[in-house]
T-cell receptor, first 109, second 114 residues
Framework: KQEVTQIPAALSVPEGENLVLNCSFTDSAIYNLQWFRQDPGKGLTSLLLIQSSQREQTSGRLNASLDKSSGRSTLYIAASQPGDSATYLCAVMGSMLTFGGGTRLMVKP | DAEITQSPRHKITETGRQVTLACHQTWNHNNMFWYRQDLGHGLRLIHYSYGVQDTNKGEVSDGYSVSRSNTEDLPLTLESAASSQTSVYFC?????????????FGPGTRLLVL
């Protein structure tokens, strides 16, 4: 059974810092990995999707990497802003989409 | 614009009552999913459907049922609500482009079972 773990569970940083969120998964037989953003009381918004054959994807200040063999992914956020405050979830697609518990990020002005 | 909606957004019910949560999508997606989100567990899959008349059990399906009579809707029914089913419920639909499946999520329904 696939298990997805995200560390840390919560993170607080001052505005402008670069930061890294971590995701690990136990079964490397995946089709893709996605990073989502969730704002309080809202649904999930897809940020980046990395296919199993890819190593990384970039969108603006976000960069996600995937090392399938070691079962790890990172989400790098450059020059963080208060508007980045949210919960970030990673999810791996195998036979179904399996989510990690999320990292709650607070960026302080 | 295409979208996915859920209703109600908030619901309070009593144990033992039957509750139905609605999910409606206008993406014309074949695939639809129901998840629950709880602290410490992330999102867990309850049921999913790959098309009309198709339903499948997910990781935490006990106490829940779904039916798919058309492409747009996948209602989730709690046959006899229990306090353990207090949670936030998310519906999602997905398509597959160039071999990549992307799920789109609704805004969620917050359910409290007293």
């Amino acid at each position: 059974k696939q298990e997805v773990t995200q560390i840390p569970a919560a993170l607080s940083v001052p505005e402008g810092e670069n930061l890294v969120l971590n995701c690990s998964f136990t079964d490397s037989a995946i089709y893709n990995l996605q990073w989502f953003r969730q704002d309080p009381g809202k649904g999930l918004t897809s940020l980046l999707l990395i296919q199993s054959s890819q190593r990384e994807q970039t969108s603006g200040r976000l960069n996600a990497s995937l090392d399938k063999s070691s079962g790890r992914s990172t989400l790098y956020i450059a020059a963080s802003q208060p508007g980045d405050s949210a919960t970030y979830l990673c999810a791996v697609m195998g036979s179904m989409l399996t989510f990690g518990g999320g990292t709650r990020l607070m960026v302080k002005p | 614009d295409a979208e996915i909606t859920q209703s109600p957004r908030h619901k309070i019910t009593e144990t033992g009552r039957q509750v139905t949560l609605a999910c409606h999508q206008t993406w014309n997606h074949n695939n639809m999913f129901w998840y629950r989100q709880d602290l410490g567990h992330g999102l867990r899959l309850i049921h999913y459907s790959y098309g009309v008349q198709d339903t499948n059990k997910g990781e935490v399906s006990d106490g829940y049922s779904v039916s798919r009579s058309n492409t747009e809707d996948l209602p989730l029914t709690l046959e006899s609500a229990a306090s353990s089913q207090t949670s936030v419920y998310f519906c999602a639909s997905s398509d597959r482009l160039a071999g990549v499946e992307t799920q789109y999520f609704g805004p969620g329904t917050r359910l409290l079972v007293l």
